[in-house]
């Protein structure tokens, strides 16, 4: 377990320092610059801002200078927010985010599998039928769409939550259901498809053969084994939840981090869209060790090595 912890940490290093190399290289071929939008700036205080963040200095310079910061967690000062640093960007806008994530997250994972495994069992009977229909339009509907349409409805017509903005628990329903609406499917179509194909195993129809009770059958044997391919969404599903919550926070003008990311595009705030870029990609992948580690608790015939008994 060592050994192989040993290599997916490594192998993760290389996945994050290729991210930032080439989110670095990126970021500095599109012309211009973070400070060249500015209206009559002087070509001499352009100067002496550009030497300030040493914005001026060789490529490889600047790429050799982040990655040094970058050991230290230090994701440097913010081009555009006078006085802050992106690592006060993130301490402070974060928790929002995460806030959100974590209730779209649960939503997803508390409502999909229920509803996937009720389908599985009632396969071909209306329980099916119904849970289907609501996945595939969870699925085919974009969450910024669905965000639209909530806010039209249960904000300006039916008048029963605000609109926008964040506060209480009546501020996050709308932008929660809107986040976890495709997650929810996906997870209740994936969940039906793998009991389908666990209760067809042998071992099933011999735990029915002995009179187990269906409850029995069903939570102790057929949904344990189901549950591998769901963890396996999981783990990005989390990650997108996460990076994803950038369009639903602007529009519900939810103080996130995703809100902050979209406006450094915007205004070529290099050191926030590097900084949030390496904090969500380490979120990624941090998420992707931790479900490789889960699977032996489901299947113990699965092992960390990367081989599975038979």
């Known amino acids: 377990m060592a050994r192989y912890m040993l290599h997916r940490i490594f192998s993760s290093l290389l996945v994050l320092l290729a991210i930032i190399t080439i989110t670095f290289l990126l970021m500095h071929a599109i012309p211009g610059g973070p400070f060249t939008g500015e209206k009559n700036i002087p070509a001499a205080v352009l100067k002496n801002i550009e030497e300030r963040y040493r914005l001026n200095d060789p490529l490889w310079t600047q790429y050799v200078d982040y990655l040094a910061n970058l050991i230290r967690f230090d994701f440097g000062p913010s081009f555009k927010y006078a006085g802050r640093t992106v690592n006060d960007i993130i301490y402070e806008s974060f928790p929002v ?73 009546e501020y996050l329903i709308m932008p929660a259901l809107a986040l976890a609406a495709h997650p929810m499917a996906f997870i209740a179509r ?83 869209i590097l900084g949030v870029t390496v904090f969500y990609s380490i979120l990624v992948v941090g998420l992707n060790l931790i479900v490789d580690l889960i699977y032996p608790l489901l299947d113990p015939r699965i092992k960390l090595d990367g081989k599975q008994e038979g």
């Not at 249960?154 to 964040?166: C, D, E, R």
């Not at 406006?263 to 070529?268: A, L």
């Open 97 to 169: 985010s995460l806030q959100l994530g974590a209730v779209s997250i649960s939503l997803a994972v508390l409502l999909g599998i229920p509803a996937g495994a009720i389908a599985a069992l009632r396969q071909n009977k209306w329980q099916d039928y119904v849970t289907m229909l609501f996945a595939t339009i969870g699925v085919s509907v974009p969450s910024f769409v669905l965000a639209t349409l909530l806010i039209y409805v249960l904000a300006i017509k039916l008048q029963l939550l605000p609109a926008a903005m964040w506060g209480g628990i």
């Open 190 to 272: 994936l969940t039906r498809s793998s009991m389908l194909e666990v209760l067809a195993q042998d071992y099933i129809k011999t735990a029915r053969a002995k009179g187990l009770p269906q409850t029995v059958i069903m939570y102790r044997h057929a949904l344990k084994n189901a549950l591998i391919p769901v963890v396996t969404y999981i783990g990005p599903m989390t990650a997108s939840i996460l990076t994803g919550s950038f369009i639903i926070e602007t529009i519900f003008a939810i103080p996130g981090l995703g809100r902050h990311f979209v406006t450094s595009i915007y205004n070529r705030d290099y050191t926030v």
